[in-house]
């Protein structure tokens, strides 16, 4: 704990800290994560020094009594919100200290406060502000009238008044002595930290949030409508309404404010001003035959609430919301940004890639296992050239010369119709064992107008890097996604909405936790996945491609030292993670770190064998120990952690790869017919619900009532990105491109649907349906400021 050292002036002897107190953070982070002080002090300590957080989470187990990823990314934001607490702290300290106001009984209650809201509500009195109505009326010599009112229960407000007239300051009559005098009380009731946090806790548990429409924006708001006269309650609002209804505020359709029921808004006194007479009291009299001094001191409390308070309190509470649905959001967006990059890889298997299109037609790629394009070209099977024959035989061809495993068709316009020519191929040509995947092509023309896709392929046309992307993702999408700007994926609710700093910083920590989740094979990835992982960055990862260029494959970690600019700290955090297949030594291929080499090395001492005898082996350890083996340094976890990687080296967590099959003769949403059961992948996870790819074009919402048979509160304890399900169809409507689908798959159509429909569950379907089908998505033309896939379609309306 850092010492506190006394300022002391003539005027006070009270010792404040002048340095943040670390051991009031590590206890207070400690409290809120509910582990012990030593994990979380050793945890801020190596993050302190520069370490990851994937890299504390798998290499440094025992000093952080194995906290987590998730724990960890949670002490990061953490640390940041109390340091700055901290600081805050400090610096109101110094202020009222400077002042010669800081009495014992305020520093107490400052040095108290656990959030930088009670903070300012303690230094309300004392911050320094423009002159203000009762700084005015103060200078008027009105304070000891204001005093004089409130102290005496018999006193009649006017004839107090009658002593302060001053025409030096404009006092010419009582009536404004007396304003002057409200004016005071309510600027002091308004900042008293006490009475804020017993109202703040009162609307925050009654309080409902009113939206309306702006007078005169009828039309134009029309797609708002469902929030043109709208009230739910503060505590329930789920984060995607809230955000709808903020979008509708900032485009000038909607004027939102914070209240009470009507019932509870009609009464008198107000609830919240009858807290404020409560509170002092004061003896306000709120009837009919109330005395002058009740009657004043009632309009006083009125004014504290209506002028002074509730305003604040709407502008405070509205943040709040937009604070906790971007940070939802966020979540939302994240969590399945982490499903997607960690969708099972078909892996190293020759794939072509087609970028469907029917004007500027289809985009063909071939690659190799290795990802390496091998050959490209453009094929036009549909309308204007209608080279149906000439396609079929092309892509026959390219199978055949390239040995094609997989075929992997992009999923915007033209998929269907593309997949139907691929089904006509493997039939004509007997090709039984090639196998046609529908991939999510969200992003890909990012990609292939970005600087990187132009560095890696300098000589291809920028059309045909969108086919060359889709067969690389589905060899290994973690590989190939990282290549794009995570925002550019399209796998959240209202991301344009949301602060976009906090996005990307949560999102490149999903990132980053996946990219070395599964690591990374350091002499086949690119520069972008190198740049992801523990310890890179961009530089460091392409100082290690020109090195490779250059000296040709690493033969062992050892090696990556010589990169430029790859010094021991970086070896440290990064060296687990980078997989060297095939090299000297077995165990660059595992998630071993080389600081941990020497206990492998015991343990083939104790076994008298060689480590190639024993990688991959289940049974080579049977008998020993893990404890037997730990050290100073290394301890039970770690171990614990080199046995199952010599059991099963460098183990991908990633799922086994399956695929879902699309119905044959279901192509569009006008092939679909209530009561049809499907097979189809989840492309999006919201709050409300999930957005199912059943082949059509358009994806389809099943309902957060719908996913299950049990009740759901999280949409994605049932399903994730990239799952197959099979769904049943409850309602299609053409003409809105609106399609409910339902999980439980024994639903009445009819009351099903009505159910899912009713009340302010079917806010989320008219708030978030879509305009448009998924059009134009090939590289010419696909929107990727709004990606196509799921949620592209669903929000197009309110991205308008």
């Known amino acids: 704990m850092t010492e506190s050292v006394s300022l002391q002036p003539e005027h006070s002897s009270l010792a404040i800290p002048q340095e943040v107190d670390s051991a009031r953070i590590i206890q207070q982070l400690a409290e809120e994560l509910t582990v012990k002080a030593s994990q979380i002090a050793a945890a801020v300590n190596l993050l302190d020094e520069g370490a990851t957080v994937p890299f504390i989470a798998r290499y440094r187990k025992e000093a952080t009594g194995g906290l987590d990823d998730t724990v960890l990314r949670q002490l990061e934001v953490r640390l940041l919100y109390v340091r700055e607490l901290e600081e805050r702290r400090l610096a109101i300290l110094e202020s009222i200290h400077a002042q010669e106001k800081l009495t014992p009984e305020l520093m107490q209650q400052l040095m108290a406060a656990d959030t930088k809201q009670r903070l300012e509500d303690l230094y309300a009195p004392y911050k320094p502000k ?224 087609l970028d469907p299109g029917i004007r500027t037609g289809v985009k063909v790629a071939a690659i190799d296992a290795t990802a390496k394009v091998l050959e490209t070209t453009t094929i036009y099977p549909f309308e204007p050239r209608l080279d149906r024959k000439g396609s079929i035989h092309t892509l026959a061809a390219l199978v055949a010369k390239h040995n094609i495993e997989l075929i992997a068709i992009g999923n915007g316009t033209a998929s269907r119709e593309t997949e139907r020519l691929i089904s006509e191929l493997i039939k004509e040509f007997k090709l039984d064992k090639v196998k046609k995947i529908v991939v999510s092509e969200a992003g890909a023309s990012v990609y292939s107008a970005s600087e990187l896709a132009a560095t890696e392929f300098p000589d291809l046309d920028v059309s045909l890097r969108g086919a060359v992307s889709i067969a690389r993702r589905l060899q290994d999408p973690l590989a190939e996604l990282v290549k794009i700007e995570p925002k550019a994926i399209g796998v959240g609710q209202y991301q344009h909405d949301v602060n976009q700093g906090e996005l990307a910083r949560s999102l490149d920590a999903v990132v980053e936790d996946c990219v070395n989740a599964v690591g990374v094979d350091v002499n086949t990835a690119s520069a972008a996945l190198l740049a992801r992982v523990s310890g890179l960055n961009s530089t460091l990862a392409k100082n290690i491609v020109a090195w490779r260029d250059q000296n040709g494959a690493f033969d062992n970690r050892q090696k990556l030292l010589e990169v430029s600019r790859f010094g021991p700290k970086t070896f440290e955090q990064a060296a687990g993670f980078l997989r060297i297949q095939n090299g000297d030594n077995p165990l660059d291929a595992s998630a071993v770190h080389p600081e941990a080499y020497p206990v492998v090395e015991r343990i083939l001492e104790k076994i008298q064998a060689d480590i190639k005898d024993i990688m991959g082996k289940t049974d080579a350890l049977k008998g020993l120990s893990p404890s037997s083996f730990t050290d100073e340094q290394f301890g039970l976890p770690t171990v614990k952690d080199i046995f199952n990687e010599l059991e099963k080296p460098g183990r991908d967590p990633r799922p086994e790869f399956k695929t879902a099959t699309f119905q044959e003769g279901i192509e569009s949403i006008r092939d679909l017919i209530p009561g049809m059961i499907l097979e189809g992948v989840v492309s999006n996870v919201a709050a409300f619900g999930a957005f199912v790819d059943i082949g059509v074009g358009q994806d389809g919402l099943v309902h957060i009532s719908c996913l299950s048979n049990k009740y759901v509160t999280d949409p994605r304890e049932v399903v994730r990105v990239g799952q197959t399900v099979k769904v049943k169809v409850l309602e299609v409507e053409v003409d809105r491109n609106r399609i409910n689908l339902s999980m439980r798959l024994d639903d009445d159509i009819g009351s099903s649907n009505r159910t899912a429909r009713s009340d302010s569950r079917n806010n989320e379907r008219r708030d978030n349906r879509s305009k448009h089908q998924r059009t134009g998505t090939h590289a010419s033309n696909r929107r990727d400021d709004a990606p196509m896939g799921a949620m592209a379609a669903a929000f197009a309306k309110l991205k308008k």
């Open 130 to 353: 423009r002159r203000t109505r009762a700084q005015i009326a103060i200078e008027a010599g009105l304070e000891p009238l204001a005093n004089a009112i409130l102290d005496d229960r018999t006193a009649d407000p006017e004839t107090l008044a009658a002593d302060y007239l001053n025409a030096e300051h404009k006092i010419t009559d009582t009536k404004a002595a007396l304003d002057g005098a409200r004016d005071i009380l309510a600027e002091r009731f308004a900042e008293d930290a006490d009475l804020l946090a017993q109202l703040r806790e009162f609307l925050s548990q009654q309080g409902l949030l009113y939206s309306t429409v702006v007078a005169g924006k009828e039309d134009e708001g029309d797609k708002f409508r469902d929030w043109y006269d709208f009230s739910e309650s503060l505590a329930s609002l789920p984060s995607h309404r809230i955000l709808a209804m903020l979008r509708g505020r900032q485009q000038g359709c909607l004027d939102l404010r914070i209240g009470l029921s009507e019932a509870q808004e009609e009464l008198v006194p107000h609830p919240c001003i009858e807290r404020i007479e409560r509170y002092f009291d004061l003896g306000a009299e709120f009837g009919a035959d109330a005395s002058a001094r009740g009657k004043w001191l009632a309009d006083v409390c009125r004014w504290t609430w209506r002028v002074k308070l509730l305003t604040a309190f709407e502008t405070e509470f509205i943040s709040q919301l937009r604070q906790r649905a971007e940070e939802e959001a966020i979540k939302v967006f994240a969590d399945n940004l982490k499903d997607l990059l960690l969708a099972a890889p078909a892996g190293p298997k020759a794939v072509l890639g």
